[in-house]
């Protein structure tokens, strides 16, 4: 039998640990990964403009994530977007933080 954690948090910093889905009022998700420091979006409608973390990347930082205002992180650029090495992102209104599934072993 799976165990699936169910652990909810109004708050999450940059200090946490563990994998967790953090859902916008956009209706966005974002995987978040505090492990491995990655951060992608994984659900949510699609966008005129894709931003970077709607695919994986490094997360330098987690700067604010508050269930009720909006999240904010600073990303390691890859693929040259803009030509910075590291961006910042907002994300709309914060709703939910719930803790994700664990990774399978075989992954």
Known sequence: MTEHNTEQ??????????????????????????????????????RAVPLPSDTLQTLWSLDTCIVGASARWTIRNHGGYLGADTLWQYSSPVVAIVAAPKEDADD
């Open 9 to 46: 948090r109004t708050t999450l910093t940059d200090e946490d640990h563990g994998r967790w889905l953090v859902s916008t009022s956009a209706a966005s998700t974002y995987l978040v990964d505090l492990d491995h420091r990655t951060i992608e979006r994984v659900e949510g409608p699609a």
